[in-house]
């Protein structure tokens, strides 16, 4: 059972570049998807998260009109599209999939970690740097 991150890597500034988040052993169906970030001496901080349903998305003010996340729960599969990033966009990205009994986990979705009121799946890190 684990939840995977990937598709990091180097991009310039104005391009473009997408991150998966896949899970194995389990089904994404019923978790709530967020995505965070941690760059260099900062805290840790939520970029963006997504409902089971996929039809609420929440983004921090930081990357909104620039980042996508979407999920294709066919696939088992979460994304994030990184639009027009920027060098302060530099960070290792983590994905998280939190569910209460009900299934969405609000907090997740207010760009919050999950914590152990939830089930919860943290993905390893996948480095970005966003060259200027």
């Known amino acids: 059972v684990q939840l995977q991150a990937f598709g990091g890597g180097l991009v310039q500034a104005g391009g473009s570049l997408r991150l998966s988040c896949a899970a194995s052993g389990f089904t994404l169906d019923y978790y709530a998807i967020g995505w965070f970030r941690q760059a260099p001496g900062k805290e840790r901080e939520g970029v963006s998260s997504i409902s089971t349903s996929g039809i609420s998305t929440y983004y921090a003010d930081s990357v909104k009109g620039r980042f996508t996340i979407s999920r294709d729960n066919a696939k088992n599969t979460a994304y994030l599209q990184m639009d027009s990033p920027k060098p302060e966009d530099t960070a290792v990205y983590y994905c998280?999939?939190?569910?209460?009994?009900?299934?969405?986990?609000?907090?997740?979705?207010?760009?919050?970690?999950?914590?152990?009121?939830?089930?919860?799946?943290w993905g390893q890190g996948t480095l970005v740097t966003v060259s200027s």
């Open positions: 998280a999939a939190a569910r209460t009994y009900t299934g969405n986990y609000y907090p997740l979705l207010k760009l919050n970690p999950p914590t152990t009121e939830s089930r919860y799946y």
